[in-house]
């Protein structure tokens, strides 16, 4: 009978492990001040840092202690000044999850929140809004998204010019997805009384996937207070989950700007979509066979960037004149600062270099309100940032959704 004492062995073994007391872990989180005068200096530092905040010769983050070691190792002489924001222990993260928005900012949507509300949209208008999904997150979430077109004309085809637009692939960026939110239902609900936005809807489709990172936003709000959260939530070992999945597509990925530490918050993750979250977005935007424009919503700083990012080099020839005049074009309504997103530093495996390098699509990353603030507060703006944010980026994404159809066509001065 040697199976009876396997038996109780396993039993053991299993209530052992459950009684097991829950391993201590503890993040740091420090503000650091680091001088960095040019680009290239900038560039350095984006190998081990995710810089939050530039302000002339001066770059300002919050990070963690792996990455503060990191820094007093390799670029000590860079360092201006650091201090102990704070320290977070995991320990009764074991409880039930809440996943609330701290108070006063219970208007943000929780990952629950997100799917009901587009499922809601998709019932009430069937004859323009679809719900889907694009694929599991890591934890098993589905990562939602929307299709707004005007399925009941039957003659346009298949080459019906097509846009997406996406947010929080960082989990701590939740007015990413609260833009794209509102954007959304401001097109649906405008049809068929606002003729600009019913002629969009009639000959464009309109893609939202407003919740990349589903794990890391909500693990972010897991007890109803912010972490400042940017990865999503891979094992890599006690608290230094996640790999960062801007920094995760394939094109020129791991060439700087993103770090091989799974420590650091820019880890680059083992090799290129190496995440659920980033294979689903390559998988659904391949899937789209006239996808001409992606507009990528992140915060903050109050930026309009565009590839190429992991090279100092500007997108050559008329490509290249598309995305600068498409850029100062929004810039001029929004106020953001129209940008080449290694302009600030390099940085290696994000969207809009894949979308533009490997698919042609003209690609560009948002980065909202605020301009600056210090500490974690950019990425914390409060619910009232919400409607104003919203507001400022309407005609910028209209732009885009109209000139999906031949982004070229911004060049043709005749039609300006
Ligand atoms: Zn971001």
Redo the contacts with the bound molecule.
Sequence with gaps: MRIIPAIIFLAISALAFAKAPPQVQKRKLYFIHLKAKNVEVRSKIANFIHIDQLVEDSIYSVINQVELKNIKREIPHLIEEFHLLEEQSFEHYLDIPKYQFPKGDESFHTYNEVVSELKALATKYPNIVQYFSIGKSLEGLDIPGIKITNKLDKKRGDMVPAILFTGS??AR?HL?TEVPMLLLRHLIESYGSDKTITSLVDNRVIYFVPLVNPDGAMWDIYDGKYKTW?KNRRSTGAWTHGVDL?RNYSYKWGTGGSSKDHGSEVYMGPKPFSEPETKAMKKFVESISNLRILLSF??FSELILYPWGHSKYPVSGKDGEVFKKMATTMSKWNKYTPKQASGLYVASGDTCDWAYGERGIFCF?F?LSPKWAWGSAGFYPGAKAIVPTFKANIRPALYLIEHAADPHGVLDTKLL
């Design positions: 692939h960082h960026e990413s940017r801007n992140h915060t990353t980065e």
